[in-house]
């Protein structure tokens, strides 16, 4: 006969139920990833006792019970992050890529500093950064947010040029750039914008031309207190409210199809049509046919001797000058040499007035002077001196081929980097001078920012802002037992921040920029560890990589100086990423001889996830999520790979890092009802 179970005695059961409720809050009801994401926003905010419910590790905002301020959630994600008008502080930290539901995301009129990241929510539908006091550019990354209709970043401290980053915005509506530093001239990809209805650039530096947005669908225009110059296109003057004030507008009459910027100078739009002045039209129909009258009388008396290009030096010699090219950049005119069979074959030349060398660089310079860099500050010699104690050797942050990066520092709390070159570098001001406008030309959040020059005879040195954690190189192969080692999510985000880097300068820049000096020394982090590649636009001076480079880093194409091409720099990006990887110099005489070379140890054992497991930094201390490393490692593979064809481009590079996170980031997702033992191995990066 069965034997009946006695039932539980009530105080057991009071006290299971105890035991249940205390247990069932442990599991978590909002996404890791979004939690992990805020945790590092309200750290790197300075921990704000206004944001109520907000936690430094940990939390679940979107439990009902567990009330965050301003956090909207849609089940286990976070939608909405709306902040706007408390005070806040500090900086937006560097994970906010990880908020991917996030559609809303508004810290307008707050307090908030430092560059504005790379990194921001992927498919925010509103993006409202306004009244704070950002600095740095407008990342690339938003120019893969296809679902953004609102951008506010209105009144910062952002700088720069805006580069052709808006092609793929097709439901961006609202744009708002007002109050800021912009220069140059509006990007070309505006045009694309076909859903644009108000655009804000009011109070920058902005130049050039507005035909780009002469098609536009734009009910609402501030283009007030810039440096436009030119016509008001005609299509634009129906926008029921255009304001166009102190700005350089064009006088006189209008190209056809057009209508002069005076008659709209100060209007909101309206007006009648002004009629085409057939005066002014005749007036220039004959002026063009005066100046193709003269420039054809002197084709005819210089025809035998302008053709060829060449100029009579004083001693009745021929000279010609052309580019001094570097990457596609003009960095000098220096006089050609030509054989004497060239010069044999010179057509005899019409007696002219010679030029020496100091007149024509007298002219040159002449010409220069309405393209010397804006925004940067002209330091003298002996500023910079005092300011590094004379160059001390306590100061020295680095040591390269082509000169010496001292620390400087101000007696405001001012703190930066000065490059200071070898004075045979240059050979004149001019020379130097082109170099300092093509890097001031490179803006993106992960390259160092050029803030000034020195340009005295035998003193050139520019000037970048400092970055306090020094580099990468340093955090990795000299830090002490006692430093702060770099996290699985911070390593990750460096390789993300430096391609991006390096993406910009092969494929946003143009004509493309090779580094040719991608080494782990010239990543430098900053207060939050963000990557900043620096001696980008110098590839001039790196004739010989393998001298600059150093071991470990040679890509197998550079068996001469000229074999170095821009597939060598993804190369050389992997070489800094498997350090990332495995905590490794690049070559290190220490270890076995089999081991020395980085790449010729680790390349082979990529695939092997057992292998990555002994491979990965022990700094790390196991640390890091199984499948992320093995992604990862399969992106650096085909980096190094020995035939530059089968490397990847660096906005592939990009994609496929990108890829990887959201990939891990899915998985996690569908994973929802994994224990949590599981559910560790395809975590988040």
């Not at 002026?287 to 035998?304: P, Q, Y």
């Amino acid at each position: 006969m069965a034997r009946r179970r006695r039932p539980l005695p009530p105080p057991l059961l009071v006290w299971l139920a105890v035991l249940f409720s205390a247990v069932a809050p442990a599991v978590a009801k909002t996404d890791k990833s979004d939690v992990a994401a805020l945790n590092v926003m309200f750290n790197s905010m300075n921990k704000p006792s206004q944001l109520s419910g907000w936690k430094s590790s940990g939390g679940d905002p979107c439990d009902d019970d567990d009330e965050w301020k301003g956090i909207e959630c849609s089940g286990s994600s976070v939608t909405e992050i709306n902040l706007s008008g408390l005070e806040l502080s500090g900086s937006l930290g560097y994970q906010l890529s990880s908020l991917k539901s996030v559609t809303k995301f508004d810290l307008s009129n707050n307090n908030l500093n430092g560059d504005l990241p790379y990194q921001l929510p992927p498919n925010v539908v509103e993006l409202n950064l306004y009244g704070n006091s950002l600095t740095g550019g407008v990342p690339y990354s938003i120019s893969q947010m296809g679902d953004l209709e609102t951008l506010n970043l209105g009144k910062n401290h952002l700088s720069g040029q805006l580069t052709d980053m808006f092609s793929e915005l097709p439901k961006l509506s609202t744009l708002d750039l007002s109050f800021n530093r912009f220069s140059g001239s509006l990007p070309k990809s505006f045009q694309h914008l076909k859903d644009l209805k108000t655009l804000n650039v009011e109070s920058n530096q902005f130049s050039g031309h507005i035909d780009v947005l002469a098609k536009l669908p734009l009910e609402d225009l501030n283009l007030q207190n810039n440096k436009f110059t030119g016509w008001i296109p005609s299509k634009l003057k129906d926008i029921s409210n255009l304001q166009i004030g102190g700005n350089q507008w064009s006088s006189g009459s209008a190209p056809p199809g057009m209508e002069k910027g005076s008659a709209l100078e100060g209007s909101s739009g309206g007006g009648g049509r002004s009629g085409v002045n057939g005066i002014a039209i005749a007036a220039v129909v004959i002026a063009v046919l005066v100046a193709a009258l003269i420039l054809l009388s002197v084709l005819k008396r210089n025809r035998s001797s302008s053709s060829s290009h060449y100029l009579m030096d004083e001693s009745g010699h021929n000279r010609s000058f052309a580019p001094l090219v570097d990457d596609g950049r003009t960095i000098n005119m220096k006089p050609l040499e030509h054989s004497s069979s060239i010069s044999s074959t010179t057509p005899s030349a019409m007696p002219i007035k010679p030029i020496s060398d100091n007149e024509f660089e007298n002219k040159l310079n002449y010409s220069r002077r309405s393209t010397d860099p804006v925004n940067l500050v002209a330091y003298s010699s002996s500023d910079l001196q005092a300011a590094t104690g004379s160059f001390h050797s306590s100061r020295l942050l680095g040591q390269g081929t082509i000169g010496g990066v001292y620390k400087a520092k101000y007696a405001d709390g001012t703190v930066l980097a000065v490059k200071k070159f070898d004075p045979l570098s240059f050979s004149g001001s001019s020379d130097f001078m082109d170099l300092v406008n093509s890097i001031s030309k490179l803006h993106h959040p992960n390259i160092s920012v050029l803030v000034g020059y020195c340009s005295e005879p035998g003193h050139y040195m520019l000037v970048y802002d400092y970055n306090m954690n020094g580099s990468l190189y340093d955090f990795l192969h000299l830090s002490d037992d006692y430093s702060k080692p770099l996290t699985w999510d911070t390593r990750v985000r460096i390789a993300v921040g430096t391609a991006c880097a390096l993406e910009y300068l092969h494929d946003a820049c143009s004509p493309p920029v090779i580094h040719k000096n991608i080494k782990a020394s010239n990543v430098l982090l900053d207060a939050d560890l963000n990557p900043h590649l620096t001696d980008c636009g110098l590839a001039y001076f790196y004739e010989d990589p393998s001298q600059s480079l150093g071991p470990g880093y040679d890509p197998p194409e550079c068996t001469r100086p000229s074999g170095y091409v821009m597939k060598s720099d993804v190369y050389c990006f992997g070489v800094v990423m498997l350090q990332l990887l495995t905590g490794r110099k690049p070559y290190d005489s220490s270890k076995p001889r089999a081991e020395q070379s980085l790449v010729k140890f680790v390349g082979p054992q990529l695939h092997d996830t057992n292998a990555l497991e002994a491979l990965a930094d022990p700094g790390l201390r196991g640390l890091y999520p199984p499948k992320a490393l093995s992604r990862f490692a399969d992106v650096l593979s085909r980096c190094v790979q020995s035939d530059p064809e089968l490397r990847p481009s660096m906005s592939e590079v990009v994609q496929l890092l990108l890829q990887c996170v959201q990939r891990t980031t899915s998985n996690r997702r569908l994973g929802g009802h994994r224990t949590v033992s599981q559910r560790s191995d395809d975590s988040d990066w």
